[in-house]
Nanobody, 119 residues
Framework: QVQLVESGGGLVQAGGSLRLSCAAS????????MGWFRQAPGKERDLVTA????????YYADSVKGRFTISRDNGKNTVYLQMNSLKPEDTAIYYC????????????WGQGTQVTVSS
C-alpha cells in the first residue's frame, strides 16, 4: 500500500526557511511524478511544484519560482521541498502527492503538514 508521509512544517517568520520532507513507500516510484500542493484557508488546493522521480521535468508555480526548490533522494525514497524567503501568503497546508507519469491526476496523497509564516 502506497504511503506518503510529510514532515517538516511549522511556524516561521517572514523571510525564513523551512524544508518539508515526503517519505514515500509501498511501491517503486521510478515511473511516477511527485508533486507538492498547498491549500490555504478558503482557497483551492494548488500545485506548487513537481518533478519526475528521475529528476526530470521540474515545474514551479510562478508564485514560488526562485524561492522554492524540489528535490529527491532516491536512496531514501524521499522528496523534499526547500522553501526560502517565505512570505505570509505561503501559509497553507502542504501536501505531497504522486501520480504515474502517464496519468494526469494525482493518485496518492499525504496527510498534509501545516506551514505558517508570520509577518
Amino acid at each position: 500500500q502506497v504511503q506518503l508521509v510529510e514532515s517538516g512544517g511549522g511556524l516561521v517568520q517572514a523571510g525564513g526557511s523551512l524544508r518539508l520532507s515526503c517519505a514515500a513507500s509501498g511501491r517503486t516510484f521510478s515511473n511516477y511524478r511527485m508533486g507538492w500542493f498547498r491549500q490555504a484557508p478558503g482557497k483551492e488546493r494548488d500545485l506548487v511544484t513537481a518533478i519526475n522521480w528521475n529528476g526530470g521535468n521540474p515545474y514551479y508555480a510562478d508564485s514560488v519560482k526562485g524561492r522554492f526548490t524540489i528535490s529527491r533522494d532516491n536512496g531514501k525514497n524521499t522528496v523534499y521541498l526547500q522553501m526560502n524567503s517565505l512570505k505570509p501568503e505561503d501559509t497553507a497546508i502542504y501536501y505531497c502527492a504522486a501520480r504515474r507519469i502517464i496519468n494526469r491526476d494525482y493518485d496518492y496523497w499525504g496527510q498534509g503538514t501545516q506551514v505558517t509564516v508570520s509577518s
